[in-house]
């Protein structure tokens, strides 16, 4: 009787192991692609561009939130502007009032003129905030600042702004793919909520908003109704210089409280 | 597959720690690639539902020895890819050196992971989830690595 051929051991295979490991390679994988956010903007999906979840902030926090400040701190005048850059009226007087007021108050020592963001309801308007506090890190804002509102029109509806700020930021000597990098992050994303958070406990309901020395005013329709309404509130800031022109605006209703001090950044 | 099975005749069953320390490994490898491509600038952003994750990725504490933390983790990572798949091998599933390298690999990555997220919780006050979940996965792979030391010759 023949023997039976011996029997061939089993084997306790891996395969099935190394199938799993496979499909969790594979399954990773797909998880990234479906995720991913490319370096030239993948439409602007994942861009951060609401504001940050954040409790509401005491008035000791509220008067701690900072502006970008430009002017010597001293000045006899502080000229507060509650701001959205991707608002119309805000361009308009960035484009037209806040270069005489800087050539004529800021950089005469006698403003101190301090910006703070309020994001309204626009499409990129805190993804644009943000921009400008990356412009800031690198402390280029009010170079950045003029050219973005001047711009306005150009990155209002893009898909992704982020592209157009790029070189815009490169021309006034921001480096470029920090600033990109900043901006496609969540960087001062908190910042611009507090700041956000501010203007709306001071009653700021629309941009521009202005506040001098406290006091709320109108936004002037000309340099000249703004200088006068400034002689009102700080007579002592235009000692010996003549009036720039004639003008007679009322003055605004007084803020419900002063923004808080900041420092020049 | 030249390499010799587990067989009845040699009934020692594969490591189960050794399998699911390699299935970790490619998590963990997966996790800290994800980053490591953010901060190489390949990928633009980081998908972040808990955090902070790209202001964590900026900080200082994000790059060791000019090379960013998360290629670190990467090779840190491949490492005991690799030595656990050799570990499952009937040459090497009782090789001394196979159950150091895991044990002392990962207890490197346990103690490096415990200063990030240190770093991240009372220094930095920001999260970043993809980093926690590598803390967790080099935990797992520590805890694991224990039972092999015993097995190892």
């Known amino acids: 009787m023949p023997r039976p051929a011996p029997e ?36 602007g999906g994942n861009l951060v561009n609401k504001p940050a979840t954040l409790a509401p902030l005491t008035n000791e926090q509220l008067q701690r939130v900072q502006g970008i400040s430009r002017g010597r701190a001293d000045a006899p005048i502080t000229i507060y502007e509650f701001a959205d850059f991707q608002c119309p009226h805000c361009a308009e007087f960035a484009t037209l009032l806040e270069p005489v007021i800087m050539e004529r108050l800021v950089d005469t020592g006698k403003a101190r003129y301090v910006f703070y963001d309020f994001p309204l309801g626009f499409k990129w308007s805190w993804l644009s905030a943000r921009a400008g506090r990356c412009a800031n890190a690198q402390g280029k804002f009010w170079e950045f600042h003029s050219l973005i509102f001047a711009r306005q029109q150009e990155w209002a509806f893009a898909k992704d702004p982020v592209d157009i700020w790029g070189p815009l930021a490169q021309q006034v000597g921001l480096d470029q793919g920090k600033f990109e990098a900043c901006v496609r992050s969540d960087q001062f994303q908190k910042d611009v909520t507090e700041s956000s958070m501010l203007g709306s406990s001071l009653g700021v309901g629309g941009t521009p908003t202005l506040f001098v020395n406290g006091r709320r005013i109108e936004t002037p329709p000309t340099y000249a109704a703004l200088e006068t309404e400034l002689r009102k509130i700080a007579p002592g800031a235009f000692e010996g210089t003549p009036a720039a022109a004639p003008a007679g605006v009322p003055a605004g209703p007084v803020a419900p409280a002063a923004p808080a001090a900041t420092a020049p950044q | 597959m030249d390499e010799p099975g587990y067989t009845d005749a040699h009934p020692q069953a594969p490591p189960l720690a050794r399998m699911a320390i390699a299935v970790l490994a490619v998590i963990g490898l997966l996790v800290s690639g994800y ?15 808990v955090g902070s994750c790209e202001q964590v990725q900026a900080s200082p504490w994000a790059v060791m020895l000019g090379v960013p933390v998360s290629l670190w983790g990467a090779g840190a990572y491949l490492t005991l890819l690799v030595v656990a798949l050799l570990g499952l091998k009937r040459r090497y599933v009782d090789e001394r050196w ?56």
């Open chain 2, 35 to 49: 980053l490591s491509l953010y901060k190489l600038g390949v990928i633009g952003g980081l998908t972040c539902q």
């Open chain 2, 98 to 153: 196979v159950a150091l390298v895991l044990f002392g690999v990962s207890a490197a990555g346990v103690a490096f992971s415990g200063y990030l997220t240190y770093i991240e919780a009372f220094v930095i006050e920001m999260w970043c989830q993809w980093c926690v979940t590598s803390a967790v996965i080099i935990t797992l792979i520590f805890l694991l690595s224990i039972p092999g030391l015993n097995r190892a010759r």
């Open chain 1, 8 to 43: 061939r051991p089993r084997r306790s295979s891996l395969t099935p192991f190394y199938v799993i490991l496979g499909l969790v390679l594979l399954a990773g994988i797909g998880v990234f692609l479906a995720n991913r956010r490319g370096p030239g903007g993948g439409g």
